[in-house]
């Protein structure tokens, strides 16, 4: 069993940076793949990032790349989201997932899943 709960989220300025966290507990962290995803209100959970268990490889959805970077520490059991250059359109609840071996773009791979942390951009 996995626990994955999310914090950091909150309000900020278009073009401002926020970082979200996600803290993880229950198996070694490192057996599993992470990622984020977001949703925003009326539209599916969307794709946001992933990251292998040692953090060798990354994957970003076309939305977000070159403003978010997906980063983990093994050691502390943390999975990290930097957001920069937000936009209005990025505001969602942002989620994070684990998923034992590889990671997938498609939120139906992942089995555990945190609660969920409000990112709020306004214009």
């Known amino acids: 069993q996995v626990q994955l709960v999310e914090s950091g989220g909150g309000l900020v300025q278009a073009g401002g940076s926020l970082r979200v966290s996600c803290a993880a507990s229950?198996?070694?962290?490192?057996?599993?793949?992470m990622a984020w995803f977001r949703q925003a209100p009326g539209k599916e959970r969307d794709f946001v990032a992933a990251i292998s268990g040692s953090g060798g490889s990354t994957s970003y959805a076309d939305s977000v790349k070159a403003r978010f970077t997906i980063s983990r520490d093994n050691a502390k059991n943390t999975l990290y989201l930097q957001m920069n250059s937000l936009k209005p359109e990025d505001t969602a609840v942002y989620y994070c997932?684990?998923?034992?071996?590889?990671?997938?773009?498609?939120?139906?791979?992942?089995?555990?899943w945190g609660q969920g942390t409000q990112v709020t951009v306004s214009s």
């Open positions: 229950g198996r070694p962290f490192y057996s599993y793949s």
């Open positions: 997932a684990a998923i034992f071996g590889g990671y997938y773009s498609q939120a139906r791979y992942y089995r555990y």
